[in-house]
């Protein structure tokens, strides 16, 4: 089980630490709304092997795309506190493709 960022007392006295932890929470709990971590290593393991139709793979690498999206919002959230705005969506079909694996 992963331990709550928001938690550790070194976030106590800095506020942007404290605020990237957040992001970084918001990010990881959105990615995983969609595809959680087993789906992703199944996935990644089926493409790997060539499992994945066409179809999937094109899906699959358009879902890790996604990811690297996520990512970069949210660092870019962390650093600047005014930030705004929608994250990244997903792409259509990814959470039944998860659901699958």
């Not at 290593?41 to 690498?61: D, H, I, K, M």
């Amino acid at each position: 089980m992963e331990r709550d960022p928001l938690l550790d007392p070194a976030l106590a006295g800095d506020p942007r630490l404290a605020r990237r932890a957040r992001v970084q929470g918001e990010c990881r709990n959105r990615i995983r709304a969609e595809i959680d971590l087993p789906a992703q290593v199944n996935l990644q393991g089926a493409a790997l092997t060539g499992l994945l139709s066409y179809e999937e793979a094109e899906l699959f690498r358009a879902g890790q795309e996604w990811i690297l999206d996520m990512l970069r919002s949210a660092r870019a959230r962390a650093a600047d506190p005014g930030r705004c705005g929608e994250w990244p969506s997903p792409p259509e079909g990814l959470a039944a493709l998860a659901k699958r694996f």
